[in-house]
């Protein structure tokens, strides 16, 4: 009885050196906030660090590509989408503002802001992937489609092969960051869970989402501006 | 809400404000119609210069401001720096190396008449 009582009082003390409160995770407990915010989100970072590397044999690919076709590349480039494909640009940039302000009304509790801000950012994902698909789509008409609509493919294949691989690759990160959002950031907001003293699953859902946007930042211009 | 923005002991992270990030976006979308625009204009090779140059500028802003670069520590900035390094010494490489291959010639066949 006493020794449950001194390690009642120990748990007390624990708490009351890590400032736990009432409705914080579990995990909250084994670590001091900060070190474990700062441990997350330093792994969030190395993981992101892969993710660039990823995309950068894709880069390489399409730099040494480019370099031998580019008379290929450079009319290839101008059967994309342009606007469409600005338009994109402008959605993808307005989703990763609104991320940003979600973890902004995460520091502050606001856990209604978080899930409107990641609301919008949800729906700029859906856009782009609708947007996404109506270009698809538009490549599909005039043959340049692999294995199926692809008359013309073979006419642009070195180009084309590494749009679909790129843009594919960034659909699918779209989709994930959609998801993440709506399992890390949305669902748990509902919940009243984020406060300035817990909100890491908020700020690392957005640092993927901006990640996405990085990733767009440099497939626009290449792929549709200067081939 | 009740914290607003003053820094309590309490809180683990920068909180930056919101209006920060509206001007950020502002210029990012400044610097996507600048990037169309000057893709409009033929200056041979340096188009593409351009294009990533001011790409580059728009990533630049998305870390720094968006994903809280400007508040994180030295660890941090190795983890984001060493991809960008780690792609360049791959491009490097791959241009250093590849161009200047020989590689198997068609064979040429001409038909006797």
Known sequence: ?227 | MAHGNHHSHDEVGHVVPESLFLKVLIALLVLTVVTVAAAQVDLGKWNIVGALAIATVKASLVIYFFMHGKYENRIIWTYILIPFILLAIMIGGVFTDDPFRSRPQPVQVTQQS
């Open chain 1, 1 to 227: 009885m006493g020794k449950d009582k001194d390690v009642m009082s120990s748990n007390a003390a624990v708490a009351e050196h890590h400032h736990v409160a009432p409705g914080d995770p579990p995990h909250i407990h084994h670590m001091d906030s900060k070190t474990a915010y700062g441990a997350a989100k330093l792994g969030m970072w190395l993981f992101l660090a892969t993710e660039v590397l990823l995309f950068a044999v894709m880069f390489c690919s399409f730099a040494i590509m480019r370099y031998y076709h580019l008379s290929e590349f450079h009319d290839a480039s101008h059967h994309l989408n342009l606007k469409l494909g600005a338009l994109n640009t402008a959605v993808l940039l307005f989703s990763s503002y609104t991320a940003a302000v979600a973890v902004t009304k995460a520091q502050r509790g606001d856990n209604k802001g978080v899930i409107r801000n990641f609301g919008i950012s949800f729906a700029c994902g859906l856009i782009f992937l609708v947007v996404k698909t109506i270009e698809y789509t538009g490549k599909a008409e005039h043959g340049m489609f692999p294995f199926v609509w692809n008359e013309h493919f073979y006419e642009y294949k070195n180009f084309l092969g590494l749009y679909y691989c790129m843009t594919g690759l960034h659909a699918l990160h779209v989709i994930i960051g959609m998801a993440v959002m709506y399992i890390y950031g949305i669902r748990p907001a509902m919940h009243n869970r984020y406060s300035g003293r817990y909100y890491t699953p908020v700020e690392l859902g957005a640092l993927y989402w901006h990640l996405v946007d990085l990733i767009w930042i440099y497939l626009f211009p290449l792929l549709y501006l200067v081939g």
